[in-house]
Protein backbone atom coordinates (compact mmCIF):
# COMPACT_ATOMS: atom_id res chain seq x y z
CA UNK A 1 0.00 0.00 0.00
CA UNK A 2 1.29 3.57 -1.12
CA UNK A 3 -0.08 7.00 0.26
CA UNK A 4 -1.19 9.62 -2.34
CA UNK A 5 -2.75 12.58 -1.10
CA UNK A 6 -3.97 11.19 2.32
CA UNK A 7 -5.40 8.03 0.40
CA UNK A 8 -4.37 4.46 1.04
CA UNK A 9 -4.01 3.22 -2.45
CA UNK A 10 -2.75 -0.71 -3.33
CA UNK A 11 0.13 -1.60 -5.42
CA UNK A 12 1.07 -4.34 -7.73
CA UNK A 13 2.75 -6.23 -4.37
CA UNK A 14 -0.50 -6.01 -2.76
CA UNK A 15 -2.10 -7.91 -5.85
CA UNK A 16 0.72 -10.82 -5.82
CA UNK A 17 0.00 -11.04 -2.02
CA UNK A 18 -3.81 -11.12 -2.29
CA UNK A 19 -3.70 -13.69 -4.99
CA UNK A 20 -1.82 -16.08 -2.98
CA UNK A 21 -4.57 -15.12 0.08
CA UNK A 22 -7.58 -15.91 -2.25
CA UNK A 23 -6.60 -18.73 -4.14
CA UNK A 24 -7.18 -21.33 -1.34
CA UNK A 25 -11.15 -20.05 -1.09
CA UNK A 26 -12.02 -18.95 -5.18
CA UNK A 27 -12.10 -20.78 -8.37
CA UNK A 28 -9.67 -20.18 -11.36
CA UNK A 29 -12.65 -18.97 -13.88
CA UNK A 30 -12.50 -19.89 -17.31
CA UNK A 31 -12.34 -18.16 -20.25
CA UNK A 32 -14.65 -18.36 -23.15
CA UNK A 33 -15.69 -17.54 -26.28
CA UNK A 34 -18.18 -17.84 -29.39
CA UNK A 35 -17.69 -17.44 -33.04
CA UNK A 36 -21.26 -16.10 -33.09
CA UNK A 37 -20.51 -13.24 -30.97
CA UNK A 38 -17.42 -12.64 -32.47
CA UNK A 39 -19.35 -12.27 -36.02
CA UNK A 40 -21.80 -10.12 -34.41
CA UNK A 41 -19.35 -7.57 -33.03
CA UNK A 42 -17.26 -7.65 -35.52
CA UNK A 43 -14.23 -8.33 -32.60
CA UNK A 44 -12.76 -11.03 -31.04
CA UNK A 45 -14.17 -11.92 -27.52
CA UNK A 46 -13.14 -13.42 -24.52
CA UNK A 47 -15.40 -13.49 -21.95
CA UNK A 48 -13.71 -13.54 -18.23
CA UNK A 49 -16.64 -15.86 -16.54
CA UNK A 50 -16.84 -14.45 -13.10
CA UNK A 51 -20.52 -15.87 -13.12
CA UNK A 52 -18.87 -19.70 -12.39
CA UNK A 53 -16.82 -18.42 -9.22
CA UNK A 54 -17.62 -19.01 -5.50
CA UNK A 55 -20.57 -17.34 -4.46
CA UNK A 56 -20.74 -16.15 -8.19
CA UNK A 57 -19.67 -13.11 -8.30
CA UNK A 58 -16.54 -11.98 -9.02
CA UNK A 59 -16.53 -10.32 -5.31
CA UNK A 60 -15.24 -13.22 -3.88
CA UNK A 61 -11.79 -12.48 -4.53
CA UNK A 62 -12.27 -8.61 -2.46
CA UNK A 63 -14.47 -9.93 0.35
CA UNK A 64 -11.52 -13.01 0.56
CA UNK A 65 -8.55 -10.91 0.63
CA UNK A 66 -10.18 -8.44 3.28
CA UNK A 67 -11.36 -11.50 5.43
CA UNK A 68 -8.32 -13.07 5.52
CA UNK A 69 -5.85 -10.51 5.69
CA UNK A 70 -7.12 -9.34 9.26
CA UNK A 71 -5.44 -10.37 12.36
CA UNK A 72 -7.00 -12.65 14.88
CA UNK A 73 -7.71 -9.21 16.98
CA UNK A 74 -9.02 -7.15 14.62
CA UNK A 75 -11.66 -10.61 13.43
CA UNK A 76 -12.90 -11.00 16.61
CA UNK A 77 -15.91 -9.11 16.27
CA UNK A 78 -16.42 -9.91 12.51
CA UNK A 79 -17.18 -7.92 9.62
CA UNK A 80 -19.65 -5.52 8.29
CA UNK A 81 -20.87 -4.28 5.31
CA UNK A 82 -23.68 -2.64 2.57
CA UNK A 83 -24.50 -4.07 -0.79
CA UNK A 84 -27.34 -4.46 -3.17
CA UNK A 85 -26.10 -8.23 -2.90
CA UNK A 86 -23.04 -9.87 -4.59
CA UNK A 87 -20.67 -7.93 -2.26
CA UNK A 88 -22.59 -9.15 0.55
CA UNK A 89 -22.92 -12.56 -0.16
CA UNK A 90 -19.11 -12.70 -0.90
CA UNK A 91 -18.26 -11.53 2.19
CA UNK A 92 -20.65 -13.82 4.26
CA UNK A 93 -18.95 -16.65 2.08
CA UNK A 94 -15.05 -15.55 2.94
CA UNK A 95 -16.67 -14.97 6.78
CA UNK A 96 -18.19 -18.25 6.99
CA UNK A 97 -14.96 -20.41 5.60
CA UNK A 98 -13.06 -17.59 8.61
CA UNK A 99 -15.75 -18.92 11.05
CA UNK A 100 -15.86 -15.40 12.27
CA UNK A 101 -19.75 -13.31 11.84
CA UNK A 102 -20.89 -11.17 9.20
CA UNK A 103 -23.36 -8.33 9.26
CA UNK A 104 -24.76 -6.90 6.15
CA UNK A 105 -27.05 -3.95 5.48
CA UNK A 106 -28.93 -4.99 2.33
CA UNK A 107 -31.87 -3.06 0.45
CA UNK A 108 -34.72 -4.10 0.40
CA UNK A 109 -35.25 -4.20 -2.67
CA UNK A 110 -32.54 -6.48 -3.68
CA UNK A 111 -32.89 -10.07 -5.56
CA UNK A 112 -34.41 -12.58 -3.36
CA UNK A 113 -31.87 -14.96 -4.74
CA UNK A 114 -28.88 -12.67 -3.03
CA UNK A 115 -30.49 -12.17 0.27
CA UNK A 116 -31.21 -15.93 0.34
CA UNK A 117 -27.54 -16.73 -0.41
CA UNK A 118 -26.01 -14.33 1.98
CA UNK A 119 -28.13 -16.25 4.87
CA UNK A 120 -27.60 -19.72 3.70
CA UNK A 121 -23.48 -18.82 4.04
CA UNK A 122 -24.48 -17.82 7.48
CA UNK A 123 -24.60 -13.81 7.13
CA UNK A 124 -26.76 -11.77 9.32
CA UNK A 125 -29.03 -9.32 6.85
CA UNK A 126 -30.53 -5.54 7.36
CA UNK A 127 -32.68 -4.54 5.15
CA UNK A 128 -32.78 -0.66 4.52
CA UNK A 129 -34.52 1.72 1.87
CA UNK A 130 -32.94 1.24 -1.74
CA UNK A 131 -30.92 4.46 -1.42
CA UNK A 132 -27.55 5.06 -0.67
CA UNK A 133 -28.09 7.58 2.17
CA UNK A 134 -30.33 5.11 3.75
CA UNK A 135 -27.86 2.03 3.47
CA UNK A 136 -25.14 4.07 5.28
CA UNK A 137 -27.53 5.65 8.07
CA UNK A 138 -28.44 1.70 8.47
CA UNK A 139 -24.82 0.60 8.01
CA UNK A 140 -23.53 2.95 10.90
CA UNK A 141 -26.08 2.10 13.47
CA UNK A 142 -25.27 -1.55 12.79
CA UNK A 143 -20.85 -1.23 12.93
CA UNK A 144 -21.71 0.81 16.21
CA UNK A 145 -23.80 -2.06 18.00
CA UNK A 146 -21.30 -4.56 16.99
CA UNK A 147 -17.69 -3.09 16.23
CA UNK A 148 -17.05 -5.55 13.15
CA UNK A 149 -14.62 -4.09 10.72
CA UNK A 150 -15.99 -2.36 7.83
CA UNK A 151 -14.98 -4.33 4.65
CA UNK A 152 -16.77 -1.54 2.24
CA UNK A 153 -17.98 -3.15 -1.31
CA UNK A 154 -15.67 -1.29 -3.16
CA UNK A 155 -13.87 1.63 -1.58
CA UNK A 156 -11.01 -0.07 0.39
CA UNK A 157 -7.73 -0.97 -1.09
CA UNK A 158 -7.93 -4.80 0.40
CA UNK A 159 -10.98 -4.88 -2.10
CA UNK A 160 -9.59 -3.64 -4.81
CA UNK A 161 -6.30 -5.65 -4.71
CA UNK A 162 -8.27 -8.66 -4.25
CA UNK A 163 -10.72 -7.79 -7.44
CA UNK A 164 -7.33 -7.20 -9.41
CA UNK A 165 -6.52 -10.86 -9.37
CA UNK A 166 -9.12 -11.30 -11.95
CA UNK A 167 -7.67 -9.49 -14.36
CA UNK A 168 -4.20 -11.00 -13.61
CA UNK A 169 -5.67 -14.29 -14.23
CA UNK A 170 -7.24 -12.84 -17.41
CA UNK A 171 -4.13 -11.50 -18.88
CA UNK A 172 -2.29 -14.96 -17.84
CA UNK A 173 -4.98 -17.44 -19.64
CA UNK A 174 -4.91 -15.30 -22.56
CA UNK A 175 -1.11 -16.06 -23.33
CA UNK A 176 -1.50 -19.51 -21.88
CA UNK A 177 -4.50 -20.73 -24.30
CA UNK A 178 -5.72 -17.78 -26.29
CA UNK A 179 -2.54 -17.12 -28.20
CA UNK A 180 -1.13 -13.69 -26.96
CA UNK A 181 -2.61 -10.36 -25.07
CA UNK A 182 -5.65 -8.46 -25.32
CA UNK A 183 -5.95 -4.81 -27.28
CA UNK A 184 -9.09 -3.79 -24.67
CA UNK A 185 -10.72 -4.96 -21.32
CA UNK A 186 -13.61 -4.17 -20.58
CA UNK A 187 -16.09 -4.55 -17.51
CA UNK A 188 -19.14 -2.75 -15.77
CA UNK A 189 -18.76 0.12 -14.12
CA UNK A 190 -20.57 0.74 -10.69
CA UNK A 191 -18.58 1.64 -7.62
CA UNK A 192 -15.91 1.33 -9.47
CA UNK A 193 -14.30 -2.01 -7.67
CA UNK A 194 -13.69 -4.22 -10.61
CA UNK A 195 -12.58 -1.68 -12.83
CA UNK A 196 -10.40 -0.21 -10.51
CA UNK A 197 -8.58 -3.41 -9.96
CA UNK A 198 -8.80 -3.73 -13.47
CA UNK A 199 -6.57 -0.38 -13.90
CA UNK A 200 -4.30 -1.50 -11.57
CA UNK A 201 -3.20 -4.98 -13.07
CA UNK A 202 -3.13 -3.37 -17.08
CA UNK A 203 -1.30 -0.36 -15.97
CA UNK A 204 1.36 -2.75 -14.07
CA UNK A 205 1.88 -5.33 -16.88
CA UNK A 206 0.00 -4.23 -19.57
CA UNK A 207 -0.45 -0.55 -19.71
CA UNK A 208 -0.91 -0.66 -23.80
CA UNK A 209 -4.54 -2.06 -23.01
CA UNK A 210 -7.33 0.10 -23.24
CA UNK A 211 -9.61 -0.14 -20.53
CA UNK A 212 -13.60 0.40 -20.89
CA UNK A 213 -15.93 0.85 -18.50
CA UNK A 214 -19.76 -0.15 -19.36
CA UNK A 215 -22.74 1.83 -17.66
CA UNK A 216 -26.61 1.35 -17.61
CA UNK A 217 -27.90 4.46 -19.41
CA UNK A 218 -30.23 4.91 -16.59
CA UNK A 219 -27.30 5.11 -13.95
CA UNK A 220 -24.95 6.85 -15.73
CA UNK A 221 -22.98 8.95 -13.02
CA UNK A 222 -19.90 7.37 -13.63
CA UNK A 223 -20.03 8.34 -17.35
CA UNK A 224 -21.16 11.81 -16.13
CA UNK A 225 -18.23 12.09 -13.33
CA UNK A 226 -15.77 11.19 -16.03
CA UNK A 227 -16.62 13.87 -18.73
CA UNK A 228 -17.23 16.44 -15.59
CA UNK A 229 -13.66 15.40 -14.38
CA UNK A 230 -15.42 15.00 -10.74
CA UNK A 231 -17.44 12.16 -9.10
CA UNK A 232 -21.22 12.87 -9.46
CA UNK A 233 -23.45 10.84 -7.42
CA UNK A 234 -27.04 9.70 -7.86
CA UNK A 235 -28.70 8.90 -4.92
CA UNK A 236 -31.31 6.18 -5.86
CA UNK A 237 -30.71 5.18 -10.03
CA UNK A 238 -33.26 2.98 -11.16
CA UNK A 239 -32.19 0.28 -13.70
CA UNK A 240 -32.50 -3.57 -14.37
CA UNK A 241 -28.93 -3.53 -13.93
CA UNK A 242 -29.25 -3.94 -10.04
CA UNK A 243 -25.26 -4.25 -8.92
CA UNK A 244 -24.59 -1.20 -10.56
CA UNK A 245 -26.52 1.44 -9.01
CA UNK A 246 -23.83 2.44 -6.81
CA UNK A 247 -21.56 6.05 -7.32
CA UNK A 248 -17.81 6.28 -7.20
CA UNK A 249 -16.21 6.86 -3.97
CA UNK A 250 -12.53 9.18 -4.00
CA UNK A 251 -10.86 5.69 -3.83
CA UNK A 252 -12.26 3.94 -7.06
CA UNK A 253 -12.08 7.72 -8.83
CA UNK A 254 -8.52 7.67 -8.23
CA UNK A 255 -7.95 4.99 -11.08
CA UNK A 256 -11.08 5.70 -13.18
CA UNK A 257 -9.73 9.36 -13.97
CA UNK A 258 -6.17 7.97 -14.28
CA UNK A 259 -6.49 4.96 -16.24
CA UNK A 260 -10.13 4.48 -17.80
CA UNK A 261 -10.23 4.99 -21.63
CA UNK A 262 -13.76 5.70 -21.73
CA UNK A 263 -17.24 4.86 -20.49
CA UNK A 264 -19.42 3.95 -22.26
CA UNK A 265 -23.60 3.34 -21.58
CA UNK A 266 -26.21 0.68 -22.83
CA UNK A 267 -29.99 0.72 -22.28
CA UNK A 268 -32.10 -1.57 -20.29
CA UNK A 269 -33.74 -2.44 -22.81
CA UNK A 270 -30.19 -3.27 -24.71
CA UNK A 271 -29.09 -4.42 -21.58
CA UNK A 272 -31.33 -7.31 -21.08
CA UNK A 273 -30.78 -8.21 -24.84
CA UNK A 274 -27.50 -8.71 -24.44
CA UNK A 275 -28.36 -10.88 -21.67
CA UNK A 276 -30.62 -13.17 -23.49
CA UNK A 277 -28.44 -13.53 -26.69
CA UNK A 278 -25.21 -14.93 -24.07
CA UNK A 279 -28.06 -17.25 -22.60
CA UNK A 280 -29.14 -18.36 -26.05
CA UNK A 281 -26.03 -18.52 -27.37
CA UNK A 282 -23.24 -19.27 -24.58
CA UNK A 283 -25.81 -21.19 -22.55
CA UNK A 284 -24.25 -19.75 -19.14
CA UNK A 285 -26.17 -17.55 -16.55
CA UNK A 286 -25.27 -14.19 -16.26
CA UNK A 287 -26.74 -10.89 -13.99
CA UNK A 288 -27.89 -8.26 -16.28
CA UNK A 289 -25.09 -6.38 -14.71
CA UNK A 290 -22.89 -8.38 -16.30
CA UNK A 291 -24.29 -8.05 -19.71
CA UNK A 292 -24.02 -4.10 -20.05
CA UNK A 293 -20.58 -4.62 -21.24
CA UNK A 294 -21.65 -6.58 -24.29
CA UNK A 295 -24.47 -4.45 -24.69
CA UNK A 296 -22.05 -1.24 -24.74
CA UNK A 297 -19.86 -3.70 -27.57
CA UNK A 298 -23.11 -4.06 -29.44
CA UNK A 299 -23.98 -0.61 -29.32
CA UNK A 300 -20.68 1.05 -30.37
CA UNK A 301 -19.26 -1.92 -32.67
CA UNK A 302 -16.88 0.52 -34.31
CA UNK A 303 -15.53 1.39 -31.15
CA UNK A 304 -14.04 -2.78 -31.13
CA UNK A 305 -14.52 -4.33 -34.10
CA UNK A 306 -11.41 -5.77 -35.18
CA UNK A 307 -9.79 -6.10 -31.91
CA UNK A 308 -9.19 -8.70 -29.30
CA UNK A 309 -11.19 -7.82 -26.19
CA UNK A 310 -11.27 -9.06 -22.88
CA UNK A 311 -15.06 -8.84 -21.27
CA UNK A 312 -15.40 -9.33 -17.44
CA UNK A 313 -18.55 -11.06 -16.58
CA UNK A 314 -18.69 -10.39 -13.23
CA UNK A 315 -21.81 -12.42 -11.74
CA UNK A 316 -23.97 -15.29 -11.63
CA UNK A 317 -26.39 -14.47 -9.08
CA UNK A 318 -30.07 -14.65 -10.97
CA UNK A 319 -33.76 -14.55 -9.64
CA UNK A 320 -34.84 -17.36 -11.93
CA UNK A 321 -38.29 -16.66 -11.19
CA UNK A 322 -38.13 -12.89 -12.73
CA UNK A 323 -36.07 -13.43 -15.41
CA UNK A 324 -35.63 -9.52 -16.86
CA UNK A 325 -37.30 -10.24 -20.03
CA UNK A 326 -40.58 -11.49 -18.82
CA UNK A 327 -40.94 -8.36 -17.12
CA UNK A 328 -40.44 -6.38 -20.05
Known amino acids: MKDVNGMIIPTWDDVIEAHDRVCPHIHRTPVLTSSYLNALTGAQLFFKCENFQKAGAFKVRGASNAVFGLSDEMAKNGVATHSSGNHALS ?5 GRRGIPC ?7 APQAKKDAVKGYGGIVTECEPSTTSREEYFARVQEETGADFVHPYNDPRVIAGQATCSRELLEQMEQDHGGGLDA ?3 PIGGGGMISGTCLTLSTIAP ?9 DQADDAARSFRAGHIIADDAPETVADGLKVPLKELTWHFVKTHVTDILTASDQEIIDAMRLTWQRMKIV ?4 SAVPLAVILRNPEVFAGKRVGVVITGGNVDLGKLPWMQH
Not at 91 to 95: G, P, R, S, V
Not at 208 to 216: Q, S
Open 91 to 95: LAYAA
Open 103 to 109: HVVMPRT
Open 185 to 187: VIA
Open 208 to 216: DVRIYAAEP
Open 286 to 289: MESS
